[in-house]
């Protein structure tokens, strides 16, 4: 069993940036972050190998978002910049025992409680 815990959401204005945490009670390979809006599916925000080598991010957050990892800290980052009013959500952080690349949430093993990040104008 493996326990993710998510941190740094809040309020922030439209243009601002949030560092969003999460770290990991045990190993990970596979990590990804979600995220929810209200009446929304959960959807795919991004995703990176155990090596963090390699990386992927939905278009919608591309060149804005960066997902990155520190493996000594058992601990996978997403630096959120230039953020929209539809970036609002909250978002989760997950792991996966699938090696390589993971985009879509079924796959995923463990999930965090989520961190509520709310974009103003």
């Known amino acids: 069993q493996v326990q993710l815990v998510e941190s740094g959401g809040g309020l922030v204005q439209a243009g601002g940036s949030l560092r969003l945490s999460c770290a990991s009670s045990?190993?990970?390979?596979?990590m990804g972050w979600f995220r929810q809006a209200p009446g929304k599916e959960r959807e795919f925000v991004a995703s990176i190998t155990a090596s963090g080598r390699s990386t992927a991010s939905a278009d919608a957050v591309k060149g804005r978002f960066t997902i990155s990892r520190d493996n000594g800290k058992k601990s996978v980052y997403l630096q959120m910049n230039s953020l929209k009013l539809e970036d609002s959500a909250v978002y989760y952080c997950?792991?996966?025992?699938?090696?390589?690349?993971?985009?879509?949430?079924?796959?995923?093993?463990?999930w965090g409680q989520g961190t509520q990040v709310t974009v103003s104008s």
């Open positions: 045990g190993r990970t390979f596979t």
């Open positions: 997950a792991t996966s025992s699938i090696m390589g690349l993971v985009t879509t949430a079924p796959e995923y093993d463990y």
